[in-house]
T-cell receptor, first 111, second 118 residues
């Protein structure tokens, strides 16, 4: 069982739709990241959060520590949002850096 | 701010040769740098963590003699793939953190280097 599970694995949406990607994790964490990876491979860190909610433009990320769950929302989706979205967590450990990554959600937004 | 660059962005080498990949923090001093590997259609896997001026800590299953990591300055870390083989072909990504931010999970990702070994 993976420490980080994402759903859905693949998502196709029409331009303008509201999109939600979910992430569940099984370890205690100090931080959760949402990353965006474009087809060329480059990774952009979208959010780092440890509680509550963050918003940046059309992107919103929420986390519920008690339920060990986070969601990434995209409002008014656009074809340029097409990418793989990866959830990653940094576990609570003083003995080393334990990062766990989800397998990603591949999003395609159709014009 | 907090930009991380990698060089080269892609490299092709012959089996048996060594390849060096550089990771630079352009506008901040990175006390901790992380190296990841990503195989096609798979997620990232942490290979090693390096702190400036000390030896890198490798994750289980990563050969430290094959993947040499040097973090000689606060703005540069290098990963050298020694005696590369086709199975080492992968996308290598670095990220960097500042001071105690590393323990809070804050890190800034480089654009990645695609290595192809023929």
């Amino acid at each position: 069982k993976n420490e980080v599970e994402q759903s859905p694995q693949n998502l196709t949406a029409q331009e303008g739709e509201f999109i939600t990607i979910n992430c569940s994790y099984s370890v205690g964490i100090s931080a959760l990241h949402w990353l965006q990876q474009h087809p060329g491979g480059g990774i952009v860190s979208l959010f780092m959060l440890s509680s509550g909610k963050k918003k940046h433009g059309r992107l919103i990320a929420t986390i519920n520590i008690q339920e060990k769950h986070s969601s990434l929302h995209i409002t008014a989706s656009h074809p340029r949002d097409s990418a793989v979205y990866i959830c990653a967590v940094r576990s609570k450990s003083n003995t080393g850096n334990q990062f766990y990554f989800g397998t990603g959600t591949s999003l395609t937004v159709i014009p | 701010g907090a930009v991380v660059s990698q060089h080269p962005s892609w490299v092709i080498c012959k089996s048996g040769t060594s390849v060096k990949i550089e990771c630079r923090s352009l506008d901040f001093q990175a006390t901790t740098m992380f190296w990841y590997r990503q195989f096609p259609k798979q997620s990232l896997m942490l290979m090693a963590t390096s702190n400036e001026g000390s030896k890198a800590t490798y994750e289980q299953g990563v050969e430290k003699d094959k993947f040499l990591i040097n973090h000689a300055s606060l703005t540069l870390s290098t990963l050298t793939v020694t005696s590369a083989h086709p199975e080492d072909s992968s996308f290598y990504i670095c990220s960097a953190s500042i001071g105690l931010a590393a323990f809070r999970g804050e890190q800034y990702f480089g654009p990645g280097t695609r290595l192809t070994v023929t």
